[in-house]
């Protein structure tokens, strides 16, 4: 049994932020910010506008691309490290797209390699577990997690979401061709948002004994990035996963039409283009108006690209994310 993409869509706020808008609030400039990481603009939620609302937008579009009634989805995992309910939020988008067959929904954390992680889900639970319709939304609003007096990392992050529609299929017609993941809690500590205090539950001693009762009401700190830390690494691991990724597809990177890597910063992209030999031609890249939007970075480059006929009906890509955790993975995919 394979599985393959057959929809696509994407949603992204109305507020948008440009970079002189930036250096209204912190000491930066439009010069400094193109040159060090390609972004000019990034959209960030306001008013009554939600994460929900834009993941059910972009779902919506991925099932009307696809012809997909709502009902007819059996499952739906929502990439996301910014929920709307610490519980998780992803129940809420069915609910929303009026599926009234009560599918499976839960929430995916990963930060930017979220959406990547989610494509690995549907396709274990196509090939292994029966679902036949499976939507893969990627969304984040870091804006709500970003210290807006920080400038080394304020600049970087907008808010949007995309999905796709991941179906099953004969294995001939398969595009999820394979896959390549891997984490490292060891280099977590230069890109987080940890709960603030004490990581541990500090009401209780070591050996299990209550010192405070009842425990503090805890909440997230804002996003802490060590930029050069988390550049290097992308810069490593980003090549050696897409060659992982490519070697177990039996393909090279020639054969291959399209690198699209997760949104974070242009040079990041150049250099890892620059490394696998791929002609900036052959790069999906539309990082100049979003900023990183983590999670949706993939989803909404793609969604852009096959509505502008950039992507076509058989092309290869080779898709890669990277981010806190740390986690990073790559798939092959035809769309
Ligand atoms: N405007 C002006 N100057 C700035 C700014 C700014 N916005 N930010 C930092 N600077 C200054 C610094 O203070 C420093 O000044 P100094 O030399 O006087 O000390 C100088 O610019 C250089 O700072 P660096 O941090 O060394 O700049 P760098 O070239 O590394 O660029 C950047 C910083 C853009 C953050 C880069 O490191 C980067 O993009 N890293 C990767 C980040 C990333 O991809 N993160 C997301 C991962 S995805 C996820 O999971 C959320």
């Given at each position: 049994?394979?599985?393959?993409?057959?929809?696509?869509g994407s949603?992204?706020?109305?507020?948008?932020?440009?970079?002189?808008?930036?250096?209204k609030i912190?000491?930066t400039s439009?010069?400094?910010?193109?040159v060090?990481t390609?972004?000019?603009?990034?959209r960030?939620?306001?008013?009554?506008?939600?994460?929900?609302?834009?993941?059910?937008?972009?779902?919506?579009?991925a099932?009307?691309?696809?012809e997909v009634?709502?009902?007819?989805?059996d499952?739906v995992l929502?990439?996301?490290?910014t929920?709307e309910?610490?519980f998780?939020?992803?129940?809420?988008?069915p609910?929303?797209?009026?599926?009234?067959?009560?599918?499976l929904?839960?929430?995916?954390?990963?930060?930017?390699?979220?959406?990547?992680?989610?494509?690995?889900?549907a396709?274990c639970?196509?090939r292994?577990?029966?679902?036949?319709?499976?939507?893969?939304?990627?969304?984040?609003?870091?804006?709500?997690?970003?210290?807006?007096?920080d400038?080394?990392s304020?600049?970087?992050?907008?808010?949007?979401?995309g999905?796709v529609?991941?179906?099953?299929?004969d294995?001939?017609?398969?595009?999820?061709?394979?896959?390549?993941?891997?984490?490292?809690?060891?280099g977590?500590?230069?890109?987080n948002?940890?709960?603030?205090?004490?990581?541990?539950?500090?009401?209780?001693?070591?050996?299990g004994?209550?010192?405070?009762?009842p425990?503090?009401?805890?909440?997230?700190?804002s996003?802490?990035?060590?930029?050069?830390?988390?550049?290097?690494?992308?810069?490593?691991?980003?090549p050696?996963t897409?060659?992982?990724?490519?070697?177990?597809?039996?393909l090279t990177?020639?054969?291959?039409d399209?690198?699209l890597?997760?949104?974070?910063?242009?040079?990041?992209i150049d250099?890892?283009?620059?490394?696998?030999?791929?002609?900036?031609?052959?790069?999906?890249?539309?990082l100049?108006?979003?900023?990183?939007?983590?999670?949706?970075s993939?989803?909404l480059?793609?969604?852009?690209?096959v509505?502008?006929?950039?992507?076509k009906?058989?092309h290869?890509?080779?898709?890669?994310g990277?981010g806190a955790?740390l986690?990073w993975?790559?798939?092959?995919?035809?769309?």
């Amino acid at each position: 049994r394979g599985c393959k993409l057959v929809g696509c869509g994407s949603a992204v706020p109305t507020l948008q932020i440009s970079n002189d808008d930036l250096a209204k609030i912190v000491d930066t400039s439009d010069e400094w910010i193109s040159v060090r990481t390609g972004i000019r603009n990034r959209r960030v939620l306001s008013g009554k506008e939600s994460l929900t609302g834009l993941a059910v937008e972009a779902a919506s579009r991925a099932l009307q691309m696809a012809e997909v009634n709502p009902e007819d989805v059996d499952l739906v995992l929502m990439c996301t490290s910014t929920p709307e309910d610490l519980f998780g939020g992803a129940t809420q988008i069915p609910k929303a797209l009026g599926c009234k067959n009560n599918p499976l929904a839960y929430d995916i954390t990963a930060a930017c390699s979220g959406f990547l992680l989610g494509l690995v889900s549907a396709a274990c639970h196509i090939r292994g577990g029966g679902f036949r319709n499976v939507l893969v939304i990627g969304g984040d609003a870091l804006s709500r997690f970003t210290d807006w007096t920080d400038r080394g990392s304020c600049i970087l992050f907008g808010d949007a979401a995309g999905a796709v529609l991941v179906q099953a299929c004969d294995s001939e017609d398969d595009g999820l061709i394979s896959f390549d993941v891997h984490s490292d809690g060891e280099g977590g500590r230069h890109l987080n948002a940890c709960i603030k205090g004490n990581q541990t539950n500090d009401a209780l001693g070591s050996n299990g004994s209550v010192l405070a009762f009842p425990p503090q009401h805890y909440s997230y700190s804002s996003i802490y990035m060590n930029g050069k830390e988390v550049f290097r690494f992308a810069v490593r691991v980003v090549p050696q996963t897409i060659e992982s990724a490519l070697e177990k597809a039996g393909l090279t990177m020639s054969s291959i039409d399209w690198l699209l890597l997760h949104q974070a910063n242009q040079r990041i992209i150049d250099a890892v283009a620059n490394r696998l030999d791929v002609p900036m031609e052959r790069v999906i890249s539309n990082l100049a108006n979003y900023g990183n939007t983590s999670a949706a970075s993939i989803p909404l480059a793609l969604d852009e690209a096959v509505r502008s006929g950039k992507v076509k009906p058989g092309h290869t890509i080779a898709a890669a994310g990277f981010g806190a955790g740390l986690t990073w993975g790559s798939a092959i995919l035809r769309w």
